[in-house]
């Protein structure tokens, strides 16, 4: 049976690909992403109340060395078999090196929905996975270069809004506590699930607007953007099981391992690799990315987990 929030994606990449007239109001989409980021920075919080911060220095270390390999493999990928300019490769490879924060509250949902449990502190992980990719996509752009505008980098990418929202929920978490947060768990905790359909539905209608780049950009960036995920869920899941992960969060590692950032990364590049297309991003990313691991990709994390934790203990 599919999820109803998966049906609200593929409700609006149908209606955005008929061209209908349908559209969230900014207005409206702008609440919902910053509810759904301090609802995943509110569950971290509470659970890195629970236990002491020096127990997630391994896991944190381990993530952050994930997020700086992964762009050094892409970008060879998509500059030589590709044969995408430099800034271009160094570009997209950033952005699938970072994580998209969509993909992992999905891949949430769907762990919810069957009972799954996962270690509480992902979100904690989902932070440190935001940042590495994007420094390493600029020194693969530029070179470490005095050029290079790193207190305007270092601006977008540690105060923009998604990293603002994120950490904020996790200190707010972490201060107030499970009793503290009762009080606002209607709209932050039951009303999960019925933002995340409406984020999803927008995200359909931006999905079916990035199809004409594709489309315009050949192959390559068709099968680089299911190929590159799937490799890089491989990455998380061995990640997972090294760190001792539950099946859940072995699924949620290798899930945010394959996500492409289309919020926090965009932004950067645009700074610091103005050259760069942000077509041949976007288009990759939330053309073919995003509802490859919305759609398909998600439960073959989930498959895969499943099946390498049961390899492991048989």
């Given at each position: 049976?599919?999820?109803?929030?998966?049906?609200?994606?593929?409700l609006g990449a149908v209606a955005g690909l008929?061209?209908?007239?349908?559209?969230?109001?900014?207005?409206?989409?702008?609440?919902?992403?910053?509810?759904?980021?301090?609802?995943?920075?509110?569950?971290?919080?509470?659970?890195?109340?629970?236990?002491?911060?020096?127990?997630?220095?391994?896991?944190?270390?381990?993530?952050?060395?994930?997020?700086?390999?992964?762009?050094?493999?892409?970008?060879?990928?998509?500059?030589?078999?590709?044969?995408?300019?430099?800034?271009?490769?160094?570009?997209?490879?950033?952005?699938?090196?970072?994580?998209?924060?969509?993909?992992?509250?999905?891949?949430?949902?769907y762990l919810g929905s069957r009972q799954i449990?996962?270690?509480?502190?992902?979100?904690?992980?989902?932070?440190?996975?935001e940042v590495p990719a994007i420094l390493v996509?600029?020194?693969?752009?530029?070179?470490?270069?005095?050029?290079?505008?790193?207190?305007?980098?270092?601006?977008?990418?540690?105060?923009?809004?998604?990293?603002?929202?994120?950490?904020?929920?996790?200190?707010?978490?972490?201060?107030?506590?499970?009793?503290?947060?009762?009080?606002?768990?209607?709209?932050?905790?039951?009303?999960?699930?019925?933002?995340?359909?409406?984020?999803?539905?927008?995200?359909?209608?931006?999905?079916?607007?990035?199809?004409?780049?594709?489309?315009?950009?050949?192959?390559?960036?068709?099968?680089?953007?299911?190929?590159?995920?799937?490799?890089?869920?491989?990455?998380?899941?061995?990640?997972?099981?090294?760190?001792?992960?539950?099946?859940?969060?072995?699924?949620?590692?290798?899930?945010?391992?394959?996500?492409?950032?289309?919020?926090?990364?965009?932004?950067?590049?645009?700074?610091?690799?103005?050259?760069?297309?942000?077509?041949?991003?976007?288009?990759?990313?939330?053309?073919?990315?995003?509802?490859?691991?919305?759609?398909?990709?998600?439960?073959?994390?989930?498959?895969?987990?499943?099946?390498?934790?049961?390899?492991?203990?048989?």
């Amino acid at each position: 049976m599919i999820d109803p929030v998966i049906l609200f994606f593929v409700l609006g990449a149908v209606a955005g690909l008929l061209r209908s007239e349908l559209r969230l109001p900014a207005a409206i989409y702008e609440f919902v992403t910053i509810v759904l980021l301090l609802a995943i920075g509110l569950k971290g919080g509470v659970e890195l109340a629970r236990q002491p911060f020096g127990a997630l220095a391994p896991q944190l270390l381990a993530v952050v060395a994930m997020g700086l390999l992964l762009p050094l493999i892409a970008f060879p990928v998509l500059r030589y078999l590709g044969r995408l300019p430099r800034a271009d490769a160094a570009s997209i490879a950033a952005h699938y090196g970072s994580v998209s924060v969509g993909t992992f509250a999905v891949a949430v949902a769907y762990l919810g929905s069957r009972q799954i449990d996962f270690e509480e502190y992902m979100p904690v992980l989902l932070v440190a996975l935001e940042v590495p990719a994007i420094l390493v996509g600029i020194v693969l752009a530029r070179g470490l270069s005095r050029q290079t505008q790193w207190k305007s980098v270092g601006h977008e990418v540690f105060l923009g809004k998604g990293i603002v929202l994120l950490l904020g929920g996790l200190l707010i978490g972490w201060i107030a506590g499970p009793d503290g947060l009762a009080s606002i768990e209607p709209l932050f905790v039951d009303l999960f699930k019925g933002f995340l359909a409406l984020f999803l539905l927008e995200m359909g209608l931006i999905t079916a607007a990035q199809v004409g780049g594709l489309r315009r950009h050949g192959p390559f960036l068709v099968i680089f953007g299911i190929a590159m995920p799937l490799f890089s869920a491989l990455v998380g899941t061995g990640l997972g099981l090294s760190l001792g992960l539950s099946v859940g969060g072995i699924t949620i590692l290798a899930t945010l391992a394959a996500s492409a950032s289309y919020i926090a990364v965009p932004a950067a590049m645009r700074i610091s690799v103005p050259e760069a297309n942000p077509t041949l991003s976007l288009a990759a990313a939330l053309g073919i990315t995003f509802p490859f691991n919305v759609l398909l990709g998600i439960p073959i994390y989930h498959a895969l987990a499943v099946w390498a934790d049961a390899f492991l203990k048989g």
